[in-house]
């Protein structure tokens, strides 16, 4: 089947950037920046995801904007209308793989639990990258409604603390984390939780990079399987793949 590619006016109008045009049989891999920061802080990984074929021939990358003035709960809010719009404008996308970092990561927790509505459907995975899920003492500082509002004293960060996240999760942990403890960007039941040498901007390390690459291809592979594919019928694809791919170089011969 050929690819789907199409430009629309949302691409160009929404706060949702894909950095392609759209293919339809890719996966969106949607990056949320966190408090003070643009979608920019995500280019040394997005240049790597990119320039990596095993990734770029399964993956679309996209960037959300927000407001990081006002509380995370408004992200979220912001979030949801844009993946909305998305889901209206391409109506058969593949379910999405959403990373997070800093208060992105807890606008993006946001949106996969039921708060402020149903849990997103439209989402395959998510991964947390110093994302402080309870809070962070620098929010006691209090210079605006966003840092104000991820104090550990925040009532909201209880309630997320008890609802459920609705797919799959991996957390990223800076070491030297100066603005979010351990013991916030820590979650229970994530699949995976790497702790990488850095401080708060664990997203620019090169074992970050090397995480999500991991991450993304074990996506692809466990979505193979679930479409009926066992691990030796995905063996035996490629050996025959192989076996093609070395019977025409030598032959010179071309494979239908």
């Known amino acids: 089947m050929s690819a789907v590619i199409t430009v629309s006016a949302f691409a160009a109008s929404g706060k949702i950037k894909m950095r392609q045009p759209y293919d339809s049989t890719k996966v969106p891999v949607l990056f949320v920046h966190g408090l003070w920061d643009t979608k920019e802080t995500w280019i040394p990984m997005l240049h790597q995801l990119e320039r990596d074929p095993q990734i770029s021939q399964k993956y679309q990358f996209w960037t959300f904007s927000y407001d990081t003035y006002q509380p995370f709960w408004v992200g979220a809010a912001e979030l949801r209308s844009e993946l909305d719009c998305i889901k209206r404008e391409y109506r058969?996308?593949?379910?999405?793989?959403?990373?997070?970092?800093?208060?992105?990561?807890?606008?993006?927790?946001?949106?996969?639990?039921?708060?402020?509505?149903?849990?997103?459907?439209?989402?395959?995975?998510?991964?947390?990258?110093?994302?402080?899920?309870?809070?962070?003492?620098?929010?006691?500082?209090a210079l605006?409604?966003?840092?104000?509002?991820?104090?550990?004293?925040?009532?909201?960060?209880?309630?997320?603390?008890?609802?459920?996240?609705?797919?799959?999760?991996?957390?990223?942990?800076?070491?030297?984390?100066?603005?979010?403890?351990?013991?916030?960007?820590h979650l229970e039941g994530a699949k995976s939780e790497r702790i990488v040498k850095s401080l708060h901007g664990a997203h620019w390390t090169q074992q970050a990079s090397d995480e999500v690459r991991r991450i993304l291809l074990a996506e692809v592979k466990s979505a193979r399987i679930a479409a009926g594919l066992s691990p030796a019928a995905m063996t035996a694809v490629h050996r025959g793949r192989a076996e093609r791919s070395g019977w025409q170089k030598h032959s010179g011969s071309p494979v239908s």
């Open 144 to 185: 605006t409604p966003a840092l104000e509002a991820l104090s550990p004293e925040n009532t909201a960060f209880q309630t997320l603390d008890s609802l459920k996240i609705r797919v799959p999760f991996h957390s990223i942990i800076g070491s030297h984390d100066e603005l979010v403890d351990y013991s916030s960007s």
């Open 92 to 141: 058969k996308h593949k379910k999405i793989v959403l990373v997070g970092h800093s208060m992105g990561g807890v606008v993006s927790h946001m949106v996969l639990t039921d708060w402020g509505g149903n849990a997103r459907t439209d989402v395959a995975r998510a991964i947390f990258i110093a994302a402080p899920h309870r809070g962070s003492d620098w929010g006691r500082l």
